[in-house]
Nanobody
Framework: QVQLVESGGGSVQAGGSLRLSCAASGYDYNYYCMAWFRQAPGKEREGFAT????????TYGDSVKGRFTISRDNAKRTLDLQMTSLKPEDTAMYFC?????????????WGQGTQVTVSS
């Protein structure tokens, strides 16, 4: 049974930083490309970062490029997201997800999410 558990969310002021983590279990983690996406109330889901199964390639959406960094530790079965220079518009629920196809916003499984709130 696939399980993804996000953690690390919280409240921060604009310009601050947060680090999110995702613990994966129940499947062959090393095989799958992974991603982070977010969803704010009343807005569509936004995929913004992907990473290949071996961590060799990452992609970012324009809204987070240069501010967020996705990484993974296959030995620990974890996926991380370092967020810097946070803006109020980054406020959302953040989810980690498996990808059916690498570098495409085609999510397979995802967790319950962790809330990030950025105040101005």
């Amino acid at each position: 049974q696939v399980q993804l558990v996000e953690s690390g969310g919280g409240s921060v002021q604009a310009g601050g930083s947060l680090r999110l983590s995702c613990a994966a279990s129940g499947y062959d983690y090393n095989y799958y490309c992974m991603a982070w996406f977010r969803q704010a109330p009343g807005k569509e889901r936004e995929g913004f970062a992907t990473i290949d199964n071996d961590g060799s390639t990452t992609t970012y959406g324009d809204s987070v490029k240069g501010r967020f960094t996705i990484s993974r530790d296959n030995a620990k079965r974890t996926l991380d997201l370092q967020m810097t220079s946070l803006k109020p518009e980054d406020t959302a629920m953040y989810f980690c997800a498996t990808l059916r196809f690498c570098r495409r916003w085609d999510f397979g499984y995802w967790g319950q999410g962790t809330q990030v709130t950025v105040s101005s």
